[in-house]
């Protein structure tokens, strides 16, 4: 599953973020007329590559995706978790699927 938050980050869980190798960094793609949004896993720093971070609890990981939703205008009022493949070594979301809105979880003490 990979989560579209609200302003712009973009996580996966552990099972989206093993499926493409573990990487340190991504590649974000998109192709326009398909909506499809693409997370290619890249060997090491590139120019065009994002850095991926585990949470502070460790149980999921994050691209700061915030310019990357905002140039190609992705929604991101709301939270938004969608199921992904992996297509070609490329983890890929369709944003035409329905998407589930993720509200925040709060931990009570």
């Known amino acids: 599953m990979v989560t579209f938050q609200r302003k712009g980050p973009i996580s996966f869980n ?9 990487p340190a960094f991504v590649e ?7 909506r499809v949004v693409g997370f ?3 060997a090491g720093p590139l120019p065009h ?17 915030h310019a990357f939703v905002r140039f ?6 709301v939270s938004t978790r969608y199921a992904a493949e992996l297509t070609g070594g490329v983890l890929c979301v ?14 009570r003490p």
């Open 49 to 65: 590559a994002y850095p991926v971070g585990a949470t502070r609890q460790g149980r999921a990981y994050r691209v700061a995706g």
């Open 14 to 22: 552990p099972a989206a973020f093993l499926a493409m190798g573990g």
């Open 72 to 77: 190609f205008g992705i929604p991101g009022a």
């Open 28 to 34: 974000l793609l998109y192709d326009c007329d398909e």
């Open 94 to 107: 369709d944003l035409k699927q329905q998407g589930t809105v993720v509200a925040r979880t709060r931990r």
């Open 40 to 42: 290619r896993p890249l």
